[in-house]
């Protein structure tokens, strides 16, 4: 039996879940998983379904493209307060990226189908969701187009 | 009596290569020996022109600890004519000096405060100065955070001296770069990001930025958001210098000649400066 009350208090303390009512919450911590990874273990692989999305507690994980005969190209480390793997969002449901635990990492995950499954019944909690995931894409995308500016680069 | 030198600041004064460390692939120090007993006294912050006899001159900050002028040390990447003829001088051999010229990081003033270093690329050698003097009188000042950005490991300036500076129990030091290898254990990502996991006072802080000018204004952009005030936040600023003394007018920058009112500049007085295109 999945222990709601627990998780709900651990997604209270993340920051994207910053000022949500406890309704919503505990909704959503239906669907939620205490987890923990150690160092070097691999949480995602790319093209593989995305089942879960991730909210880091403590700890660092890598995004990483699987780069052929080579180690992986790592494109961006994420850190407590971080969020990783809104591939459950867009169709095909997908990872886009390897995502591997730098340090011994603590996450709440999310799984999909069940969270799926609940917004489609509460459109209200869906567009709460939602409305938190989009600053947190719009800030990842202008960072990786930052990087893409190459500003270290000889001027 | 003293001996410190006075340099005349239109007349190089020759220098000697006392010592020469490749840093990175692109990018060298030199320490030069000062002639006098009192070695030579500059301000964090502060730059020289270096001349590469027969070649020309260029600007460089002053890299070195400046509580010990014995030492006038200048880190340089190797990026045009001058640079490279200064690249290939060996021990023993001799360069022009003209300088300190510019104005300082203002480590007086931010006594008192939490201090805030953000380093882009080659633009940690302009704030190690200030980095040293911080340490230096470290009871003086609150939280001190050293935060740099590199394009990827192999890129890292002073590597060892991060690691030296991370290894001590009053500072803060985070590193970025922009993509690595599985090698690297640190963080990959921009150093704005950097700023948010830092936890500093920004009602009570000093900050001191160096960069590319496009680094300088993403990281402007996220203090001001966490409400860092325009008037904390210092900015080294580069355009190409010749005289060094506002006479020329090579380096001005609207109303401000670079290498006499900078490079270090009060962001609040050049924020207009700084969002006009083509400047």
């Known amino acids: 039996m999945v222990k709601v009350e627990g998780l709900d208090k651990l997604l209270a303390e993340h920051p994207f879940f910053k000022g949500m009512d406890e309704t919503s919450r505990k909704t959503l911590a239906g669907c939620a998983r205490n987890e923990r990874f150690n160092e070097g273990d691999y949480i995602a692989h790319e093209g593989k379904p995305a089942e879960r999305f991730y909210f880091v507690r403590s700890g660092t994980v890598a995004l990483e493209f699987h780069v052929q005969g080579q180690d992986g190209l790592v494109i961006e480390t994420l850190h407590d307060g971080d969020v990783f793997g809104w591939s459950w969002m867009v169709p095909p449901y997908e990872w886009a990226y390897d995502i591997r635990a730098v340090t011994l990492t603590r996450v709440i995950s999310l799984e999909a189908t069940c969270l799926r499954k609940k917004l489609k019944k509460d459109n209200a909690l869906g567009f709460e969701l939602y409305s938190r995931f989009v600053p947190v894409m719009a800030k990842r995308l202008y960072s990786a187009r930052q990087q893409l500016t190459d500003m270290y680069g000889k001027s | ?279």
Not at chain 2, 90 to 98: F, I, S
Not at chain 2, 147 to 173: E, F, H, I, N
Not at chain 2, 191 to 199: M, P, S
């Open chain 2, 1 to 279: 009596m003293s001996t410190q030198i006075k340099l005349d600041p239109m007349t190089p004064v020759p220098f000697a290569v006392a010592k020469r460390v490749q840093e990175l692939a692109d990018t060298f120090t030199i320490e030069l020996a000062p002639t006098s007993t009192d070695g030579f006294v500059f301000q964090p912050g502060q730059f020289n022109m270096l001349y590469a006899f027969g070649v020309g001159e260029v600007p460089i900050s002053i890299s070195g600890d400046p509580s010990d002028p014995s030492k006038l040390v200048h880190t340089v990447r190797n990026v045009g004519a001058v640079t490279d003829a200064l690249s290939k001088l060996k021990k023993g051999e001799q360069l022009g000096v003209r300088g300190p010229f510019g104005s300082a990081w203002p480590v007086v003033e931010a006594e008192g405060n939490d201090v805030v270093i953000v380093a882009g690329g080659i633009g940690l050698a302009p704030l190690r100065p200030a980095i040293e003097h911080v340490l230096a009188n470290r009871s003086k000042y609150g939280r001190f955070v050293v935060l740099y950005g590199a394009r990827s490991p192999a890129d890292v300036l002073y590597m060892k001296q991060l690691q030296m500076w991370r290894g001590r129990l009053d500072t803060y030091v985070d590193v970025t770069v922009d993509h690595a290898g599985r090698d690297w254990a640190g963080n990959v990502g921009v150093v704005t990001r950097l700023i948010g996991r830092a936890n500093f006072d920004v009602h009570h802080a000093k900050v001191f930025i160096c960069g590319p000018e496009l680094m300088m204004r993403f990281t402007i952009k996220e203090l001001s958001d966490l409400g860092v005030a325009k008037d904390d936040i210092y900015v080294s600023m580069e355009r190409n210098m010749k005289c060094a003394i506002g006479h020329c007018g090579h380096c001005q920058f609207g109303g401000h000649f670079i290498c006499k009112d900078g490079p270090v500049f009060p962001y609040a007085r050049i924020e207009n400066l700084m969002q006009v295109r083509g400047l």
